[in-house]
């Protein structure tokens, strides 16, 4: 299976958990999409297809900084039929342990997000799935 497949599957599954998933069209190029953004309207989290088309690698989405960087690995290598609900959520709360937490700054909102990430700043739009 090619990743934009899985990716595709994945994204149906986790939409009929209540989640919407969006991919960031950019204008440099228009490649089918392999990796996305769920969110429940308040909290950000990241899925990717892996690299053999297989499975599906999740993280946290955080504000940017120098000393954390603007994600966390959550879980790699996820089959389709190991996502769950859970893991979703892991993906908009999850910090290692350890991280201090006051490390690190969460988006408010989506819109928080859509409007004042580097991503949301270097992409033509937001796309649902």
């Not at 090619?2 to 989640?19: C, N, P, S």
């Not at 190029?29 to 999740?58: V, W």
């Not at 290598?77 to 006051?102: A, H, M, Q, S, Y």
């Amino acid at each position: 299976m090619d990743r934009t497949t899985i990716l595709l599957l994945a994204v149906e599954m986790v939409k009929g958990m209540g989640f919407k998933c969006f991919y960031p069209r950019y204008t440099i190029h228009r490649k089918e999409p392999t990796y996305c953004f769920i969110t429940d309207g308040t909290n950000i989290g990241y899925m990717q297809s892996n690299d053999l088309g297989n499975a599906m690698c999740f993280s946290t989405i955080h504000k940017p900084n120098r000393k954390h960087g603007e994600s966390f690995g959550i879980a790699d290598n996820v089959l389709l039929d190991k996502i769950t609900k859970g893991l979703i959520e892991r993906t908009f709360f999850d910090v290692p342990l350890r991280v201090n937490t006051k490390d690190i700054s969460k988006y408010k909102s989506w819109e928080d997000f859509i409007t004042n990430s580097l991503t949301a700043k270097i992409c033509e739009e937001m796309v649902e799935l």
